[in-house]
């Protein structure tokens, strides 16, 4: 973790190989918040969406980076990863459209609710994609 | 109501957390969708599922559940119980199915709240 005048930021590689430790970041992250005293509303909704991202990263696109910049005005959470792209983010962001695979599904994901709950808890949501190369989610989460 | 008359209504064995059963909860969540679980954040929830694995505890930590019940007598492996205890979690097995076990506890007092 790196402090420069009231800015944090944190790096994770995330682990793609095994899903039981999917939100292991997410876990560090939201203790983190805890630590330096942000609200438990704004700690949730970071902890949620980045999660959700983090299991996404894991599901289709073998892991990635997760990169948290932390202000006293906002948590920004990028995740980048170098999976198949999403080829209509559109479509992706639909309620219910999914499409993780039978093992995933019998985890209790899977159900197309992942970028959904990122936009609900986030205040701002970018999403880059690139078939063949990856993608990359910016959500950021204002502490007011 | 304290988990101590969740675990009685439920007749459930305790797993972890035994110690953490002063812990009140106003609200509750039968559900085997964890993505559906995080879509519906509320405070001080206990959580009544049948799935097994890890991200059920990780699903319940994001969300600040304190407390999961797992229904039809599943019984999770020693990883998840350990990562209950690392999280301070109460864990709880009822044999009885999740509508049942939802029902009873309803019946009782611990009313959800609509979505």
Redesign the interface.
Known sequence: MHNNSNVFSLHFDVNGED??L??EA??SV?KVLKQLGVS?EVT?RV??AM??GE?NMVIHANGGDADVIITPAEIRIVLQDSGPGIPDIELAMQEGYSTAPDNIRE????????L??MK?YTDELYITSEVGKGTRVEMVVKVQ | MNLYRVRDILDADVLSGEDLLDIEVFSACGSDLMSDVLAYVKDQVLLLTGLMNPQVIRTAEMMDIHAIVFVRGKKPNEEIIRLADEKEMVLMTTKHPLYIACGLLYNAGLRGKEA
């Open positions: 899903f039981s999917a939100g997410s876990s939201k438990p949730r902890a949620i999660y959700e299991i985890m209790g994901f899977g159900a197309g609710m992942g959904p709950n609900k």
